[in-house]
């Protein structure tokens, strides 16, 4: 169950980066489940990771990679290919020295096949929490990986990377910089355990555009706080959480600093990107029927209008009462009213189910009927929004609703 069409997109290649899927049967039978991505010469690689301080030992690792290579950079060390190792099943979380050992072993393995340094491999997991790698069957796989790498493979490396996802979640672009197609492309999983700073999620988006590795990280921290940190399912940070940006540089444009040329309207592609994959994680939201915008407005800073956004998209009685279609202004005032801000005054408040005003003054508005109010929430889309009278910030988060389906994907999960 998902929100909105099934299509996957026509994903653009990117010169200097290649995708490799398997079936290595890591926890379940006839499904893909290892990817290996390789990563050109020269290229610069940045990401962004969960918060959760449980955070898995790839991410460790991948971490440690990513800093060591650039120190190295930094010295005037020669840059050579670089691989990233994706595998799901188990999330190799909660695992201890063991569980880095044994993602270390897959970096290991793939760096020994692909003829680098350890640390020029990223390793990658997502699935069940506490359970460790079978290493010896991902090892045993990765030769498959190696033998299917394409600049087109990222679909079957979309498939690759989900877990309780419905479906391949993808988008690419093009445009024009200073006389030169560009290109950006990336995949996303995700669909429970969802929350901002990240989510239980994957990205891996590139690009064709060289860019300095200072900006890169910029860039990356910004079109995460702008997409990924923006959905949320149902409150939960995961421990596995990871977000890539690969640049390149094959198309012969380079941007090192925010007033080069050009810049800007990359950026706003390369954050475009990022949204639709965010917003393609909500959508396929474990059990999801609903796909809803919560925007807060007239607030007086950003981190305030998240906190009212995030309290309301949050709480299990508002993301019921979406699930059955049910206008329950209540639960929407209540959210607001425990949402961690001071100085609320509620006579200020006034909440829409898109264009249809709900409550105003504290209370029911005196124009609302409640046959409004079900025909907004039977549509599959609609927006909550509330203006508090305080400002003139505006945010935006994006979450779903909790089906029957939610409980007994979650129940199941270990089975």
Same mark, same amino acid.
């Given at each position: 169950?998902?929100?909105?069409?099934?299509?996957?997109?026509?994903?653009?290649?990117?010169?200097?980066?290649?995708?490799?899927?398997?079936?290595?049967?890591?926890k379940?039978?006839d499904?893909?489940?290892?990817?290996?991505m390789?990563?050109?010469?020269?290229?610069?690689v940045?990401?962004?990771?969960?918060?959760?301080?449980?955070?898995?030992?790839p991410?460790?690792?991948c971490?440690?990679?990513l800093?060591m290579?650039?120190?190295?950079?930094?010295?005037?060390?020669?840059?050579?290919?670089?691989?990233?190792v994706?595998?799901?099943?188990?999330?190799?979380?909660?695992?201890?020295?063991?569980?880095?050992?044994?993602?270390?072993?897959?970096?290991?393995?793939?760096?020994?096949?692909?003829?680098?340094d350890?640390?020029?491999?990223?390793?990658?997991?997502?699935?069940?929490?506490?359970?460790?790698?079978?290493?010896?069957?991902?090892?045993?796989?990765?030769?498959?990986?190696?033998?299917?790498?394409?600049?087109?493979?990222?679909?079957?490396?979309?498939?690759?990377?989900?877990?309780?996802?419905?479906?391949?979640?993808?988008?690419?672009?093009?445009?024009?910089?200073?006389?030169?197609?560009?290109?950006?492309?990336?995949?996303?999983?995700?669909?429970?355990?969802?929350?901002?700073?990240?989510?239980?999620?994957?990205?891996?988006?590139?690009?064709?555009?060289g860019? *300095?590795?200072? +900006?890169?990280? =910029? $860039? &990356?921290? %910004?079109?995460?706080?702008?997409?990924?940190?923006?959905?949320?399912? /149902?409150g939960?940070?995961?421990?596995?959480d990871?977000?890539?940006?690969?640049?390149?540089?094959?198309?012969?444009?380079?941007?090192?600093?925010?007033?080069?040329?050009?810049y800007?309207?990359?950026?706003?592609?390369?954050?475009?990107?990022?949204?639709?994959?965010?917003?393609?994680i909500?959508?396929?939201?474990e059990?999801?029927?609903?796909?809803?915008?919560?925007?807060?407005?007239?607030?007086?800073?950003r981190?305030?209008a998240r906190?009212?956004?995030?309290?309301?998209?949050?709480?299990?009685l508002?993301?019921?009462?979406?699930?059955?279609?049910?206008?329950?202004?209540?639960?929407?005032?209540?959210?607001?009213?425990?949402?961690?801000m001071?100085?609320?005054?509620?006579?200020?408040? *006034?909440?829409? +189910?898109?264009? =249809? $005003? &709900?409550? %105003?003054?504290?209370?029911?508005?005196?124009?609302?009927?409640?046959? /409004?109010?079900?025909?907004?929430?039977?549509?599959?889309?609609?927006?909550?929004?509330?203006?508090?009278?305080?400002?003139?910030?505006?945010?935006?988060?994006?979450?779903?609703?909790?089906?029957?389906?939610?409980?007994?994907?979650?129940?199941?999960?270990?089975?």
């Amino acid at each position: 169950m998902a929100v909105g069409p099934n299509t996957f997109p026509m994903m653009m290649p990117i010169s200097g980066f290649k995708l490799g899927t398997t079936s290595a049967e890591i926890k379940y039978k006839d499904r893909r489940d290892l990817v290996v991505m390789e990563v050109v010469e020269g290229a610069t690689v940045a990401g962004v990771f969960t918060l959760n301080r449980f955070c898995a030992a790839p991410v460790q690792i991948c971490q440690k990679h990513l800093s060591m290579v650039s120190g190295q950079r930094a010295a005037g060390a020669v840059s050579t290919r670089r691989y990233l190792v994706t595998n799901t099943g188990y999330a190799n979380a909660g695992t201890g020295p063991d569980g880095y050992k044994n993602s270390l072993a897959v970096c290991e393995h793939m760096a020994a096949i692909a003829n680098v340094d350890v640390e020029n491999v990223l390793p990658y997991s997502t699935g069940v929490i506490g359970e460790r790698l079978p290493i010896e069957t991902i090892n045993g796989a990765v030769d498959r990986c190696m033998e299917s790498l394409s600049e087109q493979g990222w679909e079957d490396a979309a498939h690759g990377i989900m877990t309780t996802d419905t479906r391949p979640k993808g988008s690419s672009c093009k445009l024009s910089v200073d006389g030169k197609d560009v290109c950006i492309t990336g995949i996303s999983k995700g669909s429970g355990m969802i929350m901002p700073n990240m989510a239980t999620m994957l990205a891996y988006v590139a690009t064709d555009v060289g860019l *300095s590795q200072a +900006l890169a990280e =910029v $860039l &990356l921290k %910004e079109a995460a706080d702008q997409s990924f940190n923006q959905a949320t399912v /149902d409150g939960d940070t995961s421990t596995n959480d990871s977000c890539m940006l690969i640049a390149t540089e094959a198309s012969g444009v380079r941007f090192d600093a925010e007033s080069d040329e050009g810049y800007q309207q990359f950026k706003e592609a390369f954050i475009a990107v990022c949204v639709e994959l965010a917003q393609a994680i909500i959508r396929d939201g474990e059990g999801a029927t609903k796909f809803v915008t919560v925007r807060v407005e007239e607030a007086n800073s950003r981190d305030e209008a998240r906190a009212v956004a995030y309290t309301v998209a949050h709480s299990p009685l508002v993301k019921t009462a979406l699930f059955a279609a049910d206008p329950n202004w209540g639960r929407i005032l209540a959210a607001i009213g425990r949402a961690p801000m001071e100085g609320l005054d509620v006579d200020a408040v *006034s909440v829409y +189910l898109d264009d =249809v $005003l &709900l409550a %105003e003054k504290g209370s029911v508005a005196r124009s609302y009927l409640e046959e /409004d109010g079900s025909r907004v929430m039977a549509q599959e889309e609609f927006s909550i929004v509330i203006k508090l009278g305080r400002g003139a910030v505006v945010a935006d988060v994006w979450t779903c609703d909790f089906s029957y389906d939610y409980v007994k994907i979650n129940a199941d999960y270990r089975s």
